[in-house]
Nanobody
Framework: QVQLVESGGGLVQAGGSLRLSCAASGLTFGTYAVGWFRQAPGKEREFVAAISRTGVTTYYADSAKGRFTISRDKAKNTVYLQMDSLQPEDTAVYYC???????????????WGQGTQVTVSS
């Protein structure tokens, strides 16, 4: 029953911006922390950003600090990842995931979306 669906990916030039969305069904996002992860070809899935169930606490990977912003709209049951100043090394499939507690490791997250492709050209 639980389903997470990512959207908003696409092809952009270096320096451009995208806003990713993660919509949830089968659960109330307001009771879950949410993380964003990404996986580039031939690489492990890595942490990008996370937000607590209240939205008060946020975590960012060093690669995302100052460029990416995670936020949530509980009324819409949606979490967003605003990505600015995109670089070619940001190219990856981006996934959102939910868990009762916030964390930066993928192993703790119980629910995952199927991902959205982000491609940044130089």
């Amino acid at each position: 029953q639980v389903q997470l669906v990512e959207s908003g990916g696409g092809l952009v030039q270096a320096g451009g911006s995208l806003r990713l969305s993660c919509a949830a069904s089968g659960l109330t996002f307001g009771t879950y922390a949410v993380g964003w992860f990404r996986q580039a070809p031939g690489k492990e899935r890595e942490f990008v950003a996370a937000i607590s169930r209240t939205g008060v606490t946020t975590y960012y990977a060093d690669s995302a600090k100052g460029r990416f912003t995670i936020s949530r709209d509980k009324a819409k049951n949606t979490v967003y990842l605003q990505m600015d100043s995109l670089q070619p090394e940001d190219t990856a499939v981006y996934y959102c995931a939910g868990n009762p507690s916030i964390g930066t490791t993928k192993a703790i997250y119980a629910y995952w979306g199927q991902g959205t492709q982000v491609t940044v050209s130089s």
